[in-house]
């Protein structure tokens, strides 16, 4: 017995390390659980890029399954998640919506003439208050909302193919199936 | 020397221009502020995991002090209603006092039990002292007793 209790040290110990190992290993733990999961997409009104006098609304994300990616030219990020889009944009049907989140617009508008524009439309957010209602706390940040206007998946942080086909990819294939609509054949290359 | 002097120059003008990013805000009353300065400081800053709003140099917390001193004073919220809508918006993180759900449970009951297992521990801990020191007690009438009838 008494022997046995020297050992009690080393099992704490032990105890810790398999705590420490498991909490560690947890992948995304500095990554905030959005709150909005599973919420519709709030109201909102927001200038379009292009056209700012035009106000869009949330009345222009419903309809389809639609991503909406905030994104900003000072963020370095969102400049190796552009191609990816690019490619998502060329490849799948998914109706691609950008915020650009507390930028120029000039410089917005530079950035897609040079590098492409994946967006079927693009939202301004000069000041962040439409980051706020959406929870975002940095670029690039992306949500998935099904045809309902309804927030199914975010992702924070870039969108890159891994990403893009092992979770949100899947997620498209649910949506069109529980819709009855045809495949996502192009889906996931 | 003269190029000490110039460091020396621009780490005041550093400290200066870094001290000029505070944020200026307009109350209608002395009582809003107070609210304001008080609930900046109870919110958790999403994006530096650890500091509170009030203390953060993240746009994230500058664009939060502004949405908190906005939703006092132009929108007239409670300070319950501010809790609320940054709840809703940025989850439970942003309160440092997380409800008690399914998924915080053991944040909140494993204190306990940890208390609990150490008032166990320190209650034997005392029984198997006590039991050591405690003199043995002899029923001297019995063992009289015992030895008259053995006699």
Redo the contacts between chains.
């Keep these: 017995m008494n022997r046995l209790s020297l050992l009690i040290p080393l099992a704490v110990f032990a105890l810790i390390l398999v705590i420490g190992y498991l909490g560690f290993s947890l992948d995304k733990r500095?990554e905030?659980?959005?709150?909005?999961i599973g919420q519709d997409f709030p109201e909102f009104s927001a200038p379009d890029l292009f056209s700012p006098d035009v106000v869009r609304t949330r009345a222009d994300l419903v309809g389809q399954p639609t991503l909406v990616n905030i994104w900003a030219t000072w963020c370095p990020t969102c400049k190796a998640e552009h191609e990816v889009l690019m490619q998502i944009a060329r490849t799948s049907e998914v109706a691609l919506v950008g915020v650009n989140y507390?930028d120029d617009r000039g410089l917005a508008l530079g950035w897609l003439a040079d590098y492409g524009n994946p967006y079927n439309l693009v939202l301004m957010d000069a000041?962040?208050g439409l980051?706020?209602?959406?929870?975002?706390?940095?670029a690039p940040e992306t949500f998935l909302l099904n045809r309902d206007g309804k927030v199914i998946y975010k992702r924070v942080g870039d969108v890159n193919m891994r990403v893009w086909q092992n979770e949100i990819a899947p997620l498209l294939q649910q949506l069109e199936v529980a819709h009855g609509g045809p495949g996502w054949e192009m889906v996931g290359r | 020397m003269k190029f000490a002097a110039v460091v020396f120059f621009w780490c005041v003008a550093g400290t200066a221009w870094s001290a000029g990013q505070v944020d200026v805000y307009h109350f209608d009353t002395p009582e809003q502020r107070k609210r304001y300065n008080t609930l900046i400081e109870e919110f958790r800053c999403?994006?530096c995991?650890n500091i509170n709003i009030a203390g953060s140099d993240a746009?994230?917390a500058k664009?939060?002090r502004a949405?908190v001193h906005r939703l006092i004073v132009q929108r007239g919220f409670s300070d319950q209603e501010i809790r609320d809508f940054l709840?809703?918006?940025?989850?439970?993180?942003v309160l440092y006092n997380p409800p008690f759900n399914a998924r915080t449970y053991l944040v909140w009951v494993i204190p306990f039990l940890l208390l609990f297992v150490g008032l166990i521990v320190l209650i034997g801990l005392l029984l198997r002292q006590r039991r050591k020191a405690s003199p043995v007690n002899l029923d001297v009438d019995a063992l009289e007793k015992l030895l008259d009838e053995k006699t």
Excluded: C, H
């Excluded at chain 1, 905030?32 to 909005?36: F, G, H, I, V």
């Design positions: 500095n905030l659980p959005s709150a909005l507390k000041d962040g980051g706020v209602e959406l929870g975002v706390y940095g | 999403p994006k995991l746009p994230i664009d939060l949405t709840q809703a918006r940025y989850g439970d993180f």
